[in-house]
């Protein structure tokens, strides 16, 4: 088979992965509102807030992008006795095969990190966290929680933030527990001392860590080589893997051997994140049996996808399985996502500072009246977004005898449309789920609803949206092409 056939191989065998994630888990917020006054208070911006979205960061955007890629697993950390503990618990029970220990540290705060963004400029940060070892108690109890954890998984992942859980000797500990049982370890490390994590198959810095760890140059290939072998001599790792961001990736054994990734990212707009991308496709690939130079092309791959996204975000098997075939994003197929890919989709157009339209329907037997709805529709914006409904809920809303097309029929004549830039499936009887989810900035439904009638409206309205209701063409219905059809 070719490279690309192995690719997709793997990536069919995905699903049957096991991987458990240990480490420093966080809440990335992100604030967006508009900028466009100066307080009188002082000279600092005046952010007027449109949304707000929440997501795992750390080393639960590791577990967040695993899942992505169709692998399952255990995942243990600590947060706090507090508030956000809870949110962190929601957001990993929406994580669909990840079973999570979640570790109580009393008096210990939950990390968070709040990004305020106004179009694609991000003016600050705020971090609420505690960045201290763990109590000796509680290091006991997520070394016994993560050695139970390993027996139903092939890889070990620690994912380390600096924010206590691998501090001191709990990484060493865990490391060694793998080891006793088989399993594969790879660490995304922090900090200067790499030793911590002696006896680690795999370590996975980036150029930057490389040079705080081994105090070498590493601008060129050969610099990176160089401390890369001076890593594994010095702190008993086998393989060091190199992210380089814009410069793919660099794999260095400690039997010699050194493989240059070139970068495959179409766009770059966000670097951050994308070191949890490459430990996890990296971590999901090994632990479904690949050899480690086809697991690090995967993971290249999978760097180059999500690094053209916003903020914390995670590649989705569907993404790579079309950058394997290297469609293009405006294509008909690529323009038909599933409901994550296609919320980091609408999160990248809104920081490009572009107005996101959102029209449904059950469009079967695509006429003239929805042609021009669909116009209407993406002119009110810059890019439209189509809620479609599944086949199960066209019948429900239609009868038993609908729909004429399949889903992924309708789907794809839809998404042929130049007026169409993602066409999105949704098996509720209301888009209004699939709504509040990518929140729009228009809504778009034809001139014969009320306006409180139209699903979703007060929602879009309550954070300064708006609804558009466009004039339809007369004399255009399916349900009327389908019973001249019968008779």
């Not at 088979?1 to 049957?16: F, N, S, V």
């Not at 405006?330 to 959102?358: C, H, N, Y």
Request: proline share 3%; hydrophobic share 45%; with cysteine.
């Amino acid at each position: 088979m070719t490279e690309r056939q192995d690719l997709l191989a793997l990536l069919d065998a995905l699903p049957g992965a096991r991987v458990l994630t240990v480490g420093d888990i966080m809440i990335d917020r992100y604030v967006h509102g508009d900028v466009e006054r100066i307080s009188p208070e002082a000279p600092i911006p005046v952010l007027s807030i449109r949304g707000r979205t929440a997501m795992l960061g750390g080393a639960g955007n590791v577990a967040r992008n695993l899942v992505a890629l169709g692998a399952r697993g255990r995942f243990v950390a600590t947060v706090g006795d507090d508030g956000a503990a809870g949110e962190v618990r929601d957001l990993l029970n929406k994580l669909d095969g990840i079973e999570a220990n979640l570790i109580v540290a009393p008096g210990r705060q939950t990390s968070i990190k709040t990004r305020y963004l106004s179009r694609n400029q991000q003016l600050m940060r705020a971090d609420w966290e505690t960045a201290a070892p763990l109590p000796p108690e509680t290091g006991a109890l997520i070394l016994d929680a993560a050695s139970d954890a390993m027996n139903e998984c092939a890889v070990v992942v620690l994912s380390d933030y600096g924010k206590g859980v691998l501090s001191g000797d709990a990484a060493a500990a865990i490391i060694d527990a793998a080891r006793s049982a088989g399993k594969t370890v790879i660490v995304d490390p922090k900090g200067a001392d790499f030793g911590r994590y002696r006896g680690a198959h795999v370590i996975t810095p980036n150029r930057r860590e490389l040079g705080e760890a081994t105090g070498m140059p590493v601008a060129e290939d050969d610099e990176i080589v160089a401390a890369a072998r001076s890593l594994i001599a010095d702190c008993g790792i086998e393989t060091v893997l190199v992210t380089r961001s814009r410069d793919g990736m660099t794999i260095v054994s400690g039997e010699g051997g050194v493989t240059h990734l070139g970068a495959v990212a179409r766009e770059v707009f966000d670097v951050s994140g994308a070191g949890d991308t490459v430990v996890s496709a990296l971590a999901a690939a090994l632990a479904a049996g690949a050899r480690l130079e086809l697991a690090a092309e995967l993971a290249n791959v999978a760097a180059g996808i999500v690094v053209g996204k916003v903020g914390t975000a995670a590649a989705y098997a569907s993404e790579v399985t079309a950058a394997l075939h290297h469609r293009d994003l405006s294509t008909a197929e690529a323009k038909v996502m599933a409901i994550e890919p296609a919320m980091d989709r609408v999160e990248l157009w809104r920081r490009q500072g572009l107005k996101v339209g959102f029209t449904n329907g059950c469009f079967d037997l695509l006429h003239p009246g929805h042609v021009s709805l669909l116009k209407q529709a993406r002119e009110a914006g810059d890019r439209l977004v189509v809620g479609l409904n599944s086949d199960a809920s066209t019948s429900r809303l239609k009868g038993p005898e609908r729909p004429i097309q399949t889903e992924a029929a309708r789907a794809a004549v839809l998404a042929s449309l130049a007026s169409v830039d993602m066409v999105v499936i949704f098996s509720e009887d209301t888009p209004e789920e699939l709504i509040e989810s990518l929140r729009p900035d228009i809504l778009v439904k034809g001139a014969d609803w009320a306006m409180d009638k139209v699903v979703g409206a007060e929602f879009v309205q309550g954070y300064g949206g708006h609804v558009l209701l466009v004039e339809l063409e007369d004399g255009h219905s399916t349900t009327a092409t389908i019973s001249r059809m019968a008779k």
